[in-house]
């Protein structure tokens, strides 16, 4: 619009906006028709609907037992037993019967409904043992252990967004249970978890409390997760149902069970120090104090997905840290098979690379030792 930049008068932006504008010949739906050819469009709302019959929110049903025991006046004992049973899970559903649509610019698009389903299951139990005694008025040890289990055939949820959708009723002439959505312990489920701490109170200096903190923390699962394209067996008249059959070029197949690997158990120790000092200003009362935080005092290391920057105290375990990606079919040095009536053979249809299970990030590692020291006003 302007060739020479450096000429006098120049075509200001929305003169020229307004001469492509004019340039365009538009049809009887108000499209362009001498533009060029689009290279993508979307117009939403067109191939997600809500149910009509609406939404009921994910819940769950808890059943929680605890006993309490004091053994003389300076110790107690406690067990508690919790069983959870998840029910209206979120879900996705394109087949057959749900229809296509046609957007404003012409393209179809398969329909999918969005509902509840208890089709899927996500279970958890777990039994807690904690224990605390009381050295004195300052002084105190104590440590609790968990011995759990998450299972089933769906995460449900992920740290980042809390219930997320399941598509596993997305297509489902294309998959199976047994391979698509296997059960099987889930990626939360962390067996063993137990902590021991002791707050010390230092003799002759009241305002000052050290405290120690011992983590022990057993792995999660995970699987060898890949693809498989299970449009070749599926027969024409489905295939031409969809506008997308099966929904793009593959499926979720698990090669092995979802538990198959674990992340390493996590073993770390953690020290801090408080110290308070009370001043009063009147009849106000102002308290300052200073924390110290040592994280991981021996500098232990596991790849156990569980590291944190150093604003966090780490612990949140994510398998993304580490690498669980696969070599799946891909027709040639990998040939496809039918996963309805075959069993995939490893390293013939399928491998594990040579960084599966190794780390994707620092994060994948236990933090390092960190310290880390705030102080501030309490009033």
Known sequence: MNPDVQAANLTDTA??????????????????????PIVGSSVPGVGIRINPNGLDSPNVLEYALGVSRQLG????????????NYKDFYSQRTDTTTGRATDALGTPTDITIVENTNDLKRRYQGLTLSTTYRVSGRTDVGANYTLSRLWGNFDGENVTSGPVPATVFNYPEYKQASWNYPEG??????????????????????????????????GVPYGALGTVNAIPFVPASVNNAY????????????????????????????????????????????????????????????????GDSVFNNGGQILTSRISTGINSPNGTTRPNFNPFTQTPVQDVNWSLPAAFGTAQARTAFTSPRTFRMTFGVRF
Do not use: W
């Open 15 to 36: 003169a020229a906006l307004q001469i492509i504008f004019n340039q365009c010949r538009r049809d009887s739906n108000g499209m362009c028709t001498n533009m060029g």
């Open 73 to 84: 006046s300076r110790a107690a004992i406690r067990a508690d037993y919790v069983y959870r």
């Open 185 to 218: 312990d889930l990626s939360a489920d962390q067996r063993h978890r137990a902590r021991i701490y002791v707050n010390y109170g230092v003799p002759k200096i009241s305002a000052l409390t050290v405290s120690i903190l011992e983590n022990m923390s057993s």
């Open 243 to 306: 506008v997308t059959p099966q929904g793009g070029t593959s499926v979720n197949y698990y090669y092995t069970a979802r538990d198959a690997f674990h992340t390493d158990s996590e073993f770390r120790t953690d020290l801090s120090a408080t110290l308070n000092h009370s001043l009063n200003a009147g009849s106000h009362k102002l308290d300052l104090f200073i924390q110290m935080h040592l994280l991981n005092v021996f500098d232990q290391f596991q790849l156990c997905g569980c």
